[in-house]
């Protein structure tokens, strides 16, 4: 398992949410594929409306989520 921190923006209502969200996973498109059903489930934004303008690998003594950094423990 890998840590990414992906950037964006989705809508809410009629304006534009920036984000920042690392995640563990597999690779890139896993990670993609994981911010997308997080958004939608937790927010209910469709995919339409989800914007990524940049996915970053992180080192894992730079990650700042607790749940990415167990993740990552446990994966190893």
Do not use: C, N, T
Request: glycine residues 8%.
């Amino acid at each position: 398992m890998k840590a990414f921190r992906i950037s964006g923006r989705f809508r809410m209502g009629r304006d534009w949410q920036p984000f920042s969200k690392e995640l563990a996973a597999a690779d890139e498109a896993a990670a993609r594929e994981k911010l997308l059903s997080i958004l939608g489930s937790q927010h209910g934004v469709p995919r339409k409306y989800v914007s990524i303008a940049g996915v970053e690998e992180v080192a894992k003594d730079q990650v700042k989520d607790h749940a990415v950094k167990y993740a990552l423990e446990a994966g190893a």
